[in-house]
């Protein structure tokens, strides 16, 4: 599965990307000018702020929620944004670059220039990325010499490989671009050191080998003459360490030392080219072969189109079965390739970014985005890729019992919108989108998922403790509605949108939807971590009196779910973030057969946002597609999969917001798994939301994951399961939903 293109990139959305979780590469295939263009995951300036989090909050919380609580929300947005933000700059609206929050950024681009090429396209070019192998290559001949460009990123070794090699000789000049300053050059080795003001250091280095011709170097870049093989060994290394609540240890600010990491794990990887590739590829395909989808559709005649060409083709209204499934391993290839073996998950952007500046500084949302990048680690059965969220949970957990402390004097430990490698959990700039309280709350869903698809208690064991912190806040932070009598969040938002009422448009509110399906869902799984543990028995007591004061679902005017406390008009009835369904999906207190009504009112939710014009990002549409599937809706699951391809989709498979940010190909792919197997209902249904049409109508699937350590396995025909296995531990007995009726049946190994 692959690829393939028949013109060079032009822009960075068209490069094709490699990574081996740590390390990240954007290949341009050019056969003038090659741009290898590289990331490491840890590459960020910023430094550790005690300053953010904002000691007025306290005594002023009183204030705002009067405000709230008598119907003035513009004076409770006004004390919100005077009092309940960040001190400082924050991430600078999206722009960290250059503050204490910083940005996620390039290392630069290491170019490799065919002398004497001219401008023309030889007319045997071809670039492709294999998925599999995670190799790509570039092939091509001009004046009767035929080449071949190959790179790689190695999961065995740790570091990029490139390999161009020719049948004749040819005349190569490397250079490596860093606007923060000037690499080295000599006739074997290129160096580029750079350190940020009060924060880490980075190093590039690459070693190169040639055969025939002569190499030198001058002050512009490495000249390679009359050679018929050049091989690159290259790696980017950082010196940043995660903080403490005190912000030690501090990274070391001298880029030697991250050089001298860098030249020991090139230095290391020992063997030639091929026997490289073939030890990542080993990994690569064996992380992706755990779960496959498989359909018999009739049409293949896309199949032998350039990729860019076929998303053109769907842009169009034309079905391409084969790149859906393409998407799919394409979704699971890009997330090991960005959490495999890392100090920190995916970001915004994965492990990619061109851009010193990047946008939204490629950080962490938590109020969907890096949630969503680990939907399919669990679905898909990759859950070593969840361990460098985790620990990032466990990070934040750290740094959100300060803020909590500051904040709000008050227990635990809180995250809101937007986070960092730096500890930053206080609420971002802007109160209406960065006050999110139950950013963090959220996260603890992910330890939830952890347990229940593992099944192993020693999930909640470990991480007891960041469970029952984030408890221990919203014990001390939710206040009783006097409008209502529950308890409430306040102030909130319901995540980036705004209501109308007495001819204003407002964020800030008390006990927004979501809040309560969320902490509902961090009460249940605490008190539940309790009794499984026997321990805390009043704690968990207390967890569920609690839970039982928190505002119910309710249905409003429209038939709607309602977002918030009260009945409220959107300002945008189109918005992208459908918060209020969090209790459909990822959550489960949303089902057809527990809350029926509930159920209806969540399908009137979501054709409303997307009459209005809703799903219009990448990662919005990705998540409408997992809502439905949970809704059981096949043929509204291919039809909105239809669109993230045909227009929230770059040319090398990239999904965009816009611009470029990852969490939509992870949500996307995660969606297959969704339509075709289901475990949240405590029972395992098989082709929950298969599609009534003809490409879909036959086809199978293995390896799929459901909660309770199962691994199901699945054959269909004309719509039907034919024949299916459950594996996990041999003798266990599960409850099997097969083609509409309910069976039990034996695990096997």
């Given at each position: 599965?692959?690829?393939?293109?028949?013109?060079p990139?032009e822009?960075?959305?068209?490069?094709l990307p490699l990574?081996?979780?740590?390390l990240?590469?954007m290949?341009y295939g050019?056969?003038?000018?090659?741009e290898?263009?590289?990331?490491?995951?840890?590459l960020?300036?910023?430094r550790?702020?005690?300053?953010?989090?904002n000691?007025e909050?306290?005594?002023?919380?009183?204030?705002?929620?009067?405000?709230?609580?008598s119907?003035?929300y513009?004076?409770?947005e006004?004390?919100?944004q005077?009092y309940?933000?960040c001190?400082?700059?924050g991430?600078g609206r999206?722009h960290?670059l250059?503050?204490?929050y910083?940005?996620?950024q390039?290392?630069?681009?290491?170019?490799?220039?065919y002398r004497?090429a001219g401008e023309?396209?030889p007319?045997?070019?071809?670039?492709s990325l294999?998925l599999m192998?995670g190799l790509?290559e570039?092939s091509f001949?001009?004046g009767g010499?035929h080449?071949?460009?190959r790179v790689?990123t190695?999961y065995?070794k740790?570091?990029l490989?490139a390999?161009?090699r020719?049948d004749?000789?040819?005349?190569l000049d490397?250079?490596y671009?860093?606007?923060?300053g000037?690499a080295e050059?000599a006739?074997d080795?290129?160096?580029f050191?750079?350190?940020f003001?009060?924060s880490?250091?980075?190093a590039v280095?690459?070693s190169?080998?040639?055969d025939g011709?002569?190499?030198?170097?001058?002050l512009?870049g490495v000249?390679l003459t009359?050679i018929?093989r050049?091989?690159?060994?290259?790696?980017?290394r950082?010196?940043?360490v995660?903080?403490g609540?005190?912000?030690?240890?501090?990274?070391s600010n001298?880029?030697?030392k991250a050089l001298?990491?860098?030249?020991?794990?090139?230095?290391?990887?020992d063997?030639?080219?091929d026997?490289?590739?073939?030890e990542?590829?080993?990994?690569l395909?064996?992380?992706?072969g755990?779960a496959?989808?498989?359909?018999?559709?009739?049409?293949?005649?896309?199949?032998?189109l350039?990729?860019?060409?076929?998303?053109?083709?769907?842009r169009?209204?034309?079905?391409?079965?084969?790149l859906?499934?393409?998407?799919?391993?394409?979704?699971?290839y890009?997330?090991i390739s960005s959490s495999y073996r890392c100090v920190?998950?995916?970001n915004?952007q994965?492990?990619?970014?061109?851009?010193y500046?990047?946008?939204?500084s490629a950080?962490y949302?938590?109020?969907?985005n890096l949630?969503?990048?680990?939907?399919?680690?669990e679905t898909c059965?990759?859950p070593?890729?969840?361990?460098?969220?985790?620990?990032?949970i466990?990070?934040?957990?750290?740094h959100?019992?300060?803020?909590?402390a500051i904040?709000y004097?008050?227990?635990g430990?809180v995250a809101h919108?937007?986070?960092n490698?730096?500890?930053?959990t206080a609420?971002g700039?802007?109160?209406?989108?960065?006050?999110?309280s139950?950013?963090g709350?959220?996260?603890c869903q992910?330890?939830r998922?952890r347990?229940?698809?593992?099944?192993?208690p020693d999930?909640?064991?470990e991480?007891?403790?960041i469970?029952?912190g984030?408890?221990?806040?919203?014990l001390?932070?939710l206040v009783t509605?006097p409008?209502?009598?529950?308890?409430?969040?306040?102030?909130?938002?319901?995540?980036?949108?705004?209501?109308?009422?007495?001819?204003?448009?407002?964020g800030i509110?008390?006990g927004p939807?979501?809040?309560?399906?969320?902490l509902?869902m961090?009460?249940r799984?605490?008190?539940?971590a309790?009794d499984?543990l026997h321990m805390d028995?009043?704690?968990?007591?207390?967890?569920?009196?609690?839970a039982?004061?928190?505002p119910?679902?309710?249905i409003?005017?429209?038939?709607q779910?309602m977002?918030?406390?009260e009945?409220?008009d959107?300002?945008?009835?189109g918005?992208?973030h459908?918060?209020h369904l969090?209790?459909?999906?990822?959550?489960?207190?949303i089902?057809?057969?527990g809350?029926?009504?509930?159920?209806r009112?969540?399908?009137v939710?979501?054709e409303r946002r997307l009459?209005a014009?809703?799903?219009?990002?990448g990662?919005s549409r990705?998540?409408?597609t997992?809502?439905?599937a949970?809704m059981?809706d096949?043929?509204a699951?291919?039809?909105n999969l239809n669109?993230?391809l045909?227009?929230s989709?770059?040319?090398?498979?990239?999904?965009?917001?816009?611009?470029f940010?990852i969490d939509?190909?992870?949500?996307?792919?995660?969606a297959?798994?969704?339509m075709l197997?289901?475990s949240q209902s405590g029972k395992?249904?098989?082709?929950p939301a298969?599609?009534?049409d003809?490409n879909?109508k036959n086809?199978?699937?293995?390896?799929?994951?459901?909660?309770?350590?199962?691994?199901v396995d699945?054959?269909?025909e004309?719509?039907?399961v034919?024949e299916?296995a459950?594996?996990?531990?041999?003798?266990?007995?599960v409850t099997v939903s097969?083609n509409?009726r309910?069976?039990?049946?034996?695990?096997i190994?």
């Amino acid at each position: 599965m692959e690829l393939f293109y028949r013109k060079p990139a032009e822009k960075w959305v068209e490069a094709l990307p490699l990574g081996n979780g740590r390390l990240g590469a954007m290949v341009y295939g050019d056969p003038r000018r090659e741009e290898i263009q590289l990331n490491e995951e840890t590459l960020w300036d910023g430094r550790f702020d005690p300053e953010a989090d904002n000691p007025e909050t306290p005594d002023h919380l009183a204030e705002i929620r009067a405000a709230i609580f008598s119907g003035d929300y513009a004076r409770g947005e006004e004390l919100t944004q005077k009092y309940m933000v960040c001190r400082g700059e924050g991430s600078g609206r999206g722009h960290g670059l250059d503050l204490a929050y910083g940005s996620y950024q390039t290392a630069g681009s290491l170019r490799i220039a065919y002398r004497d090429a001219g401008e023309e396209i030889p007319a045997d070019y071809r670039r492709s990325l294999a998925l599999m192998t995670g190799l790509a290559e570039t092939s091509f001949t001009r004046g009767g010499t035929h080449v071949v460009s190959r790179v790689f990123t190695s999961y065995a070794k740790g570091i990029l490989l490139a390999e161009i090699r020719a049948d004749g000789p040819i005349s190569l000049d490397l250079t490596y671009e860093n606007r923060l300053g000037t690499a080295e050059y000599a006739p074997d080795a290129i160096v580029f050191r750079h350190a940020f003001p009060d924060s880490e250091a980075y190093a590039v280095y690459a070693s190169l080998a040639t055969d025939g011709g002569s190499a030198s170097a001058d002050l512009d870049g490495v000249h390679l003459t009359d050679i018929t093989r050049l091989t690159i060994r290259l790696d980017v290394r950082t010196t940043y360490v995660r903080p403490g609540i005190d912000g030690t240890p501090k990274p070391s600010n001298d880029p030697e030392k991250a050089l001298a990491k860098a030249k020991a794990a090139v230095r290391a990887a020992d063997g030639d080219f091929d026997t490289l590739l073939s030890e990542s590829a080993a990994i690569l395909s064996s992380l992706l072969g755990r779960a496959r989808i498989s359909l018999d559709y009739a049409d293949h005649t896309p199949d032998a189109l350039p990729t860019d060409e076929r998303i053109l083709r769907m842009r169009d209204g034309a079905d391409d079965t084969g790149l859906l499934l393409t998407y799919f391993t394409f979704g699971k290839y890009l997330l090991i390739s960005s959490s495999y073996r890392c100090v920190l998950p995916a970001n915004l952007q994965g492990v990619w970014s061109g851009d010193y500046d990047t946008v939204w500084s490629a950080d962490y949302h938590i109020n969907i985005n890096l949630q969503m990048n680990y939907w399919l680690a669990e679905t898909c059965r990759l859950p070593e890729l969840t361990e460098p969220l985790l620990a990032y949970i466990r990070f934040l957990s750290a740094h959100g019992r300060r803020t909590a402390a500051i904040q709000y004097k008050a227990n635990g430990w809180v995250a809101h919108t937007i986070t960092n490698p730096w500890g930053f959990t206080a609420p971002g700039e802007g109160a209406s989108w960065g006050s999110f309280s139950c950013a963090g709350a959220w996260c603890c869903q992910h330890i939830r998922e952890r347990y229940l698809f593992s099944g192993d208690p020693d999930v909640l064991r470990e991480n007891y403790d960041i469970l029952r912190g984030a408890c221990e806040f919203f014990l001390d932070f939710l206040v009783t509605d006097p409008r209502t009598g529950y308890l409430v969040t306040c102030p909130s938002n319901s995540p980036e949108n705004s209501f109308l009422t007495g001819g204003g448009r407002y964020g800030i509110c008390a006990g927004p939807t979501m809040d309560a399906e969320i902490l509902r869902m961090l009460f249940r799984t605490t008190a539940d971590a309790c009794d499984l543990l026997h321990m805390d028995e009043d704690f968990a007591a207390s967890l569920r009196e609690t839970a039982a004061k928190l505002p119910p679902i309710r249905i409003g005017k429209h038939g709607q779910i309602m977002e918030w406390s009260e009945d409220f008009d959107e300002a945008e009835p189109g918005h992208r973030h459908v918060s209020h369904l969090f209790a459909l999906h990822p959550g489960d207190e949303i089902t057809p057969d527990g809350t029926p009504d509930l159920f209806r009112a969540a399908r009137v939710t979501l054709e409303r946002r997307l009459a209005a014009g809703g799903g219009h990002t990448g990662w919005s549409r990705a998540w409408v597609t997992n809502f439905f599937a949970r809704m059981g809706d096949g043929d509204a699951c291919l039809q909105n999969l239809n669109v993230l391809l045909g227009r929230s989709t770059l040319p090398n498979l990239f999904d965009t917001h816009p611009p470029f940010q990852i969490d939509g190909n992870f949500g996307g792919a995660n969606a297959f798994a969704e339509m075709l197997v289901q475990s949240q209902s405590g029972k395992i249904v098989l082709l929950p939301a298969l599609p009534h049409d003809a490409n879909w109508k036959n086809g199978a699937f293995t390896g799929l994951a459901a909660r309770g350590g199962f691994s199901v396995d699945c054959r269909w025909e004309d719509g039907q399961v034919v024949e299916y296995a459950i594996h996990g531990t041999p003798g266990a007995v599960v409850t099997v939903s097969v083609n509409g009726r309910e069976e039990e049946a034996a695990v096997i190994a």
